[in-house]
């Protein structure tokens, strides 16, 4: 008989959880914190398998806890593989744990962060008050299109609940900006800021539609622009500079790949 050995390596591309559906979305992060070894944090490698179209408020829970603050943060990778997320529809208040899409973009210490990236959201609504994304951010965001309808913009914490992220958690470490355009398309309510501060390392960060980053401290200016045609008056776009896996720059202006169609 051959007793011959044969070593076979083959490329194993291990996920916690693919995400298809609304359903799923709504439940990843319960998944997320039974990946940490106590449950204070959230942790895992999730992707989206395709789009989504979102037709109710968004459900995942921030397991039960206050919104702000580095406890229950998020430190591991949201990956939205170049997909778009559609309708996502962000409420609640401090108290419900249903403010943003990730709690916080930090899990304790420095080398624990969080990452979204490689995903568009279009018809975004923040109804909450912590940022669209994360209340808190202490990690990467990068390769990210949001297209927000509505900002809370009212009560006590308005100023947090804008169209990416609320505070800044730079403290332990400096969150990471790049590739990320927030384009404002507001049809009702009071408009909130993209961030409460802009503090952190910034590359190729835009805000379309709006006149300041910042909710909190001197306005930043930097990076805004009233609308598209400002914006190519004022910045030159090096396509060496985007991953055109996700962006295709038309006529001097990054655009995601694959947004539906008008």
Not at 25 to 50: P, Q
Not at 147 to 165: E, F, I, K, P
Not at 198 to 207: E, L, W
Request: aromatic letters at 12%; hydrophobic letters at 35%; a negative charge.
């Amino acid at each position: 008989c051959n007793s011959e050995i044969v070593t076979l390596n083959i490329p194993a591309h291990i996920v916690t959880m693919l995400i298809t559906t609304e359903e799923q979305l709504n439940s990843w992060l319960d998944v997320a914190y039974s990946m940490d070894s106590n449950s204070d944090f959230a942790t895992g490698l999730f992707e989206l398998g395709n789009d989504i179209t979102c037709t109710g408020n968004y459900g995942a829970k921030k397991n039960g806890r206050s919104e702000w603050g580095p406890a229950n943060g998020f430190y591991g990778i949201f990956d939205g593989k170049g997909h778009v997320i559609d309708g996502l529809t962000v409420h609640g208040g401090t108290d419900d744990g249903t403010n943003g899409f990730v709690h916080t973009l930090f899990g304790g210490s420095a080398s624990k962060y969080g990452t979204i990236k490689n995903v568009a959201f279009t018809n975004a609504r923040n109804l909450g008050t912590g940022g669209l994304l994360a209340g808190d951010a202490g990690g990467n965001i990068e390769n990210v299109y949001i297209s927000v309808t509505q900002t809370s913009g009212s009560g006590d914490w308005a100023n947090y609940g804008g169209a990416l992220v609320g505070n800044m958690r730079n403290e332990e470490r400096t969150p990471v900006f790049k590739n990320v355009i927030v384009e404002y398309n507001i049809t009702t309510g009071t408009t909130a800021y993209p961030m409460y501060e802009k503090k952190g390392d910034f590359t190729n960060v835009y805000a379309i539609g709006i006149d300041k980053m910042n909710a909190s401290g001197a306005a930043v200016t930097d990076g805004c622009y009233a609308d598209y045609a400002a914006f190519k008056t004022g910045v030159t776009v090096n396509e060496a500079d985007w991953d055109l896996t996700y962006w295709t720059v038309t006529d001097g202006v990054p655009v995601w790949k694959n947004l539906p169609a008008a």
